[in-house]
Nanobody, 115 residues
Framework: QVQLVESGGGLVQAGGSLRLSCAASGGILSFYVMGWYRQAPGKQRESVAVITSEGNTDYAGSVKGRFTISRDIAGNTVFLQMDSVKPEDTAVYYC?????????WGQGTQVTVSS
């Protein structure tokens, strides 16, 4: 019954910006942890950024200083502001959320960065 839907992906030129969003539904007021993960062609899925219900954040070293994760508690929505994007950021980005009932995943949204 828990659903996560990502949006905001697309094609962007290197050095540009994108803002991803993930809307959660299913009757849950808030999640303990929400985050963004990505999977590039030929690579394993990796953590990009996570944020706790207390607002604590953690970022992958490759995106520190360029990406910012935030959440809208009222709407149970998490965002990923992507600035100064690089071709290496090209991947399918997935939203994830952790609650008492388990970990839930979105369907993913494609981000492609052109050089």
């Amino acid at each position: 019954q828990v659903q996560l839907v990502e949006s905001g992906g697309g094609l962007v030129q290197a050095g540009g910006s994108l803002r991803l969003s993930c809307a959660a539904s299913g009757g849950i007021l808030s999640f303990y942890v929400m985050g963004w993960y990505r999977q590039a062609p030929g690579k394993q899925r990796e953590s990009v950024a996570v944020i706790t219900s207390e607002g604590n954040t953690d970022y992958a070293g490759s995106v520190k200083g360029r990406f910012t994760i935030s959440r809208d508690i009222a709407g149970n929505t998490v965002f990923l502001q992507m600035d100064s994007v690089k071709p290496e950021d090209t991947a399918v980005y997935y939203c994830a959320a952790v609650h008492t009932g388990g970990t839930y995943w979105g369907q993913g949204t494609q981000v492609t960065v052109s050089s």
